[in-house]
């Protein structure tokens, strides 16, 4: 009995496989004939251009940075004395963190940044 539910399973799945296969070269069948081809010889290259590239690795590089002005943020610190308010009260002191911004001058420089790795493909 357990020979028979075997051999129905794989008829079944033998019978899936065929219509699928089918289906779809009928598919294939009917797109291909539907749009025929546009390209021509002279658009289409004529080899591969896996010969012409090559992997790089990835790799720290250096780009120079001419001299720029620019908004630089500073934090200055104050202390606020305690004093007595007109009813008498004490009120403690603080420090307070005032922020503002000044335009700099900056000289050039050399800034460092990673390339990552990449196909490098030339023309020949």
């Known amino acids: 009995m357990t020979a028979s539910v075997g051999i129905r399973r ?3 799945g033998a019978a899936a496989t065929g ?4 289906g779809a070269a009928l598919g ?11 390209t021509t010889a002279a658009t289409a290259p004529a080899g591969h251009h896996h010969d012409r590239c090559e992997w790089r ?7 120079w940075v001419k001299g720029h002005w620019e908004k630089k943020v500073y934090y200055t610190k104050t202390w606020h004395k305690g ?10 002191g603080y420090q307070g963190h005032d922020r503002h911004h000044k335009w700099v001058y900056v000289h050039g420089y050399w800034h460092h940044f990673w390339v990552k790795g990449h196909w490098h493909c030339h023309h020949r």
Not at 28 to 38: E, Q, Y
Not at 57 to 63: A, E, P, V
């Open 28 to 38: 294939l069948t009917g797109t291909a004939t539907a749009a025929p081809s546009t």
């Open 10 to 12: 794989l008829v079944a």
């Open 83 to 92: 004093h007595y308010d007109k009813h008498g009260k004490w009120h403690t």
């Open 57 to 63: 690795k990835g790799h720290w590089d250096k780009k």
């Open 19 to 22: 219509l699928l296969a089918g």
